[in-house]
């Protein structure tokens, strides 16, 4: 069952950063004015921020839904969750009505208010599937498995093959 947990909290947190960073990337400008709106980074920086966001947004989900270095996209996830999560709470207690850009756009957005407990909320239980995966990185269809095969993975003969061949 925990293995179709952990496909499930993969297929849907990969999804949401596919989706999230294939909005954002035809459009780096409104990108980089959504970082700028939170107010939060150094000037300096924050040009890097936006136009970089939605490629690692993008390679993370593909890690990810693929199921591959999933214990590694799932730390990336969770901290940029972490992240998120604080950016919003702090426009939100500093008063700022924003759009989040968390699937593009971002400025100033006259209901900002009345979305931000949703959209942390949003991202709460999004951290908390990061979490599963960084706990328990491996799950049903994941690359991973193939790729970084253990003999745990493997059948009774297949164990006694390979310990013959390493015998």
């Known amino acids: 069952m925990k293995d179709w947990i952990g496909l499930v909290a993969r297929l849907v947190t990969g999804g949401v950063w596919l989706v999230a960073g ?3 990337l035809p ?3 409104s990108s980089v004015r959504a970082v700028r709106a939170y107010d939060l980074l150094p000037e300096a920086v924050v ?3 936006g136009h970089l966001l ?3 947004e993008v390679a993370i989900g593909l890690l990810l839904v693929l199921g591959v270095l ?3 996209a799932s730390v990336v996830s969770a901290l940029l ?3 998120f999560i604080i950016g919003i709470a702090s426009a939100w207690a500093r008063g700022l009505q924003i759009d989040c850009g968390c699937f593009g756009g971002g400025g100033y957005d006259a209901e900002a208010e009345s979305k931000y407990p949703w959209d942390i909320a949003r991202d709460v239980g999004l951290l908390a599937l990061s979490g599963w995966l960084v706990v328990r990185p491996r799950s049903k ?3 991973d498995r193939l790729l970084f095969r253990s003999t745990s993975d493997l059948s009774c003969d297949e164990r006694n093959v390979h310990v013959e061949e390493h015998a």
């Open 81 to 83: 969750f972490i992240a």
């Open 70 to 72: 999933t214990r590694f």
């Open 54 to 56: 939605p490629a690692i």
């Open 22 to 24: 294939a909005l954002k």
């Open 27 to 29: 459009d780096p400008a």
């Open 141 to 143: 269809w994941a690359l």
């Open 47 to 49: 040009p890097t921020v």
